[in-house]
C-alpha cells in the first residue's frame, strides 16, 4: 500500500507479542483499541489500521481471548505461533506478517508498562519523515532498584562489547514498511531486533515516555533470561569478545615471555628455587583463562551452527480471519 493521493492517511498495525497474558490482555485490549481510535479520529492514521496479537505459544487463555477479541471488533487480529518461541520471534512474525498490509508498525508489549500514549507522538514523527522511531524510557521509577539496576547494567554492557543500541531503548518502536521490506533481508535465526533495527539505516528519532508497572501478570524476563538475551545480543551483532581473547592472549603471551626469561636468568646463575607457588598460579590462570575462551568462542561457533540450519524462525499454526496467509508469490 503506497501513499499515492495526499490524503491518504497511513494504516498502521500496533504488533504484541502476548505469552501467558490471560490477566492483562483484558485490560489492555482495550486502551489499545482506544489509541488507534483516538489516532483515526485525529486524522493522523487510516481508520482501518489494525491491533495484531502474536500469541507465542502462551499455556493459559490468551489465544482464546484473542480469538474473542477478534470475532467482536475486526480491528483485533491474532496470529497464533505453533510453539513458544521467545519475545523476539513472536514480534518479527508480527512485523513480517504485517509489512504488506500496512504503511507503518509500532510494536509494543501487552502488559501496559509502556505508555501507549507516546505512540501520538510516534506517529507524528513517522508523518514528518522518519522512518524508525525508537521510544526511549525517560524513568524507571516504578521499577524495583534491582531490575533498574540490571538494566542498565545491561545496556552498557551491549554498547561496550559493541552491540550498538539505543540507550534504555527496548522494543516499543514505530518502523516503516519500507524498513521492514529492506529489514525482510536480514535472515539470520539469532535475531535481537533493538540492535538490528539500527543497522538498517534510514532516517530514525527517539520519542521518551515514562515506563509504568505491570498492569497485572508477571515478568517473564527474570535475571536469568536478561542475561541470555544480553549474551545473544552481543554474540548476534559484535565479534568483539573475540578480539578481547585475542589481546588478553597477546598480553598474556608477552607477561608468558618476560617470565621465561626471568627463568632462564635465574636457572643459568644457580638461583632456581623449587617455586610451586608460582607454578600453580600460573597453571590455574592459565587454565581458567583459557576456558573461558574456549567458551566464548564455542558459543559463536554454535551460532554459526544454527545460522547454518536455516530453520525457520516461526511458525503460524492459526490466525483470526482478517489475517489470511500470503497469497501466491507476494513475497
Ligand atoms: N513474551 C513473549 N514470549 C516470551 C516471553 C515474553 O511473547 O517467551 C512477551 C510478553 O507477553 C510481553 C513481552 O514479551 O508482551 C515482554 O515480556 P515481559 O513484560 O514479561 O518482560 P519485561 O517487560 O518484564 O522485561
Ligand atoms: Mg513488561
Redesign the pocket.
Known sequence: MERTEMEKKPVLYIV??????QEVLPLTAPMFRQEVARLAEAGKIDPDSRILF?N?GSRDETWRIIQELSAGDPHFQGLCLSR?R??QN??LCGLMEARDRCDITISI???G?DDIRAMDQMVEEYLSGAEIVYGVRARRKTDTFFKRFTAQAFYRLLNWMGADTVYNH?DYRLVSARVLREFAGFREVNIFLRGMFPLVGFKSTCVYYDRNE?LAG????PLKKMLALAFDGITSLSVKPIRIITGLGVIISVISFLLILYALIAWASGRAVAGWASTLIAVALLGGIQLISLGVIGEYVGKIFLETKHRPRYIVSERTEGMPAEGDGQE
Open positions: 504484541i507479542p502476548c505469552y501467558n497474558e502474536v507465542d513458544n521467545g519475545h513472536a514480534l508489549d501487552c502488559d508498562q527496548a505491570r508477571k515478568s517473564h524476563y
